[in-house]
DNA sequence: AATTTGCCCAACCGCAGACTC
DNA sequence: GGAGTCTGCGGTTGGGCAAAT
């Protein structure tokens, strides 16, 4: 696809634009190890970087941060992927939340360039309706929501809450001690009988 | 060899909710 | 309680590179 010759949007505030340097890559390590990562504004002025904290946080989260794995998604994570989307949505951080190491950036992107792709041509190829996992997808994408709540939204749903479980809860239990990439999948293959509850 | 096209992914933006004063 | 600031999220953009022409 031909960039169109505009002018780069990065170029166009005074602040610091586009790829990090690995100077500054250091930079900002060194203070979020003295300070921790917070306060993002203080980060970036105490880091002496000519970024916005918000920047700063970006690059932290996706790139600094320890145990961060990169690229090559194995068979399992991507299986995991789909479960988890199935679940929820495109609520990326939770997803990633389920992924050790992996990113909400990194699955959005590799959602975007792969998965997407695999699950329209899947629709294409199976339209006979008990064949039809694209569409299974979308209903219990969005019974999901309705379950965990769609950005702040309140609904009934909210009272089903209440007096039920979420699987955000179960699922953020998952977070306490280490995760277990086969326990899960095994987990998610409960998944149809967790609508039940819906 | 040069140019065009398509893909990947790092980084940005806008918004909403949480937090602080 | 309200205003201002910070943080986190999902969507989008655009630079870089490889493949195709």
Known sequence: MPMAP?????????ANRGAWTPEEDQKLARVIETHGPRRWKLVAAKAGLNRCGKSCRLRWLNYLRPNIKRGNISDQEEDLILRLHRLLGNRWSLIAGRLPGRTD???????????????????????????????????????MHSMVGNNG??????????????RN???????????????????????ESWFSFA
């Open 6 to 14: 505009t002018r780069s949007r990065y170029s166009k505030r005074e």
């Open 105 to 143: 950036n990194e699955i959005k992107n590799y959602w975007n360039s792969h998965l997407s792709k695999k699950i329209k041509q899947k629709e294409n190829q199976s339209k006979s309706p008990e064949q039809d996992q694209s569409q299974d997808l979308r209903n219990s994408a969005a019974r």
């Open 153 to 166: 939204e309140t609904s009934k749903t909210d009272e089903v809450m209440k007096t039920d479980f979420s």
């Open 169 to 191: 809860e179960i699922l953020d239990s998952f977070d306490e001690g280490p995760l277990n990439l086969e326990w899960m999948s095994r987990f998610l293959e409960m998944d």
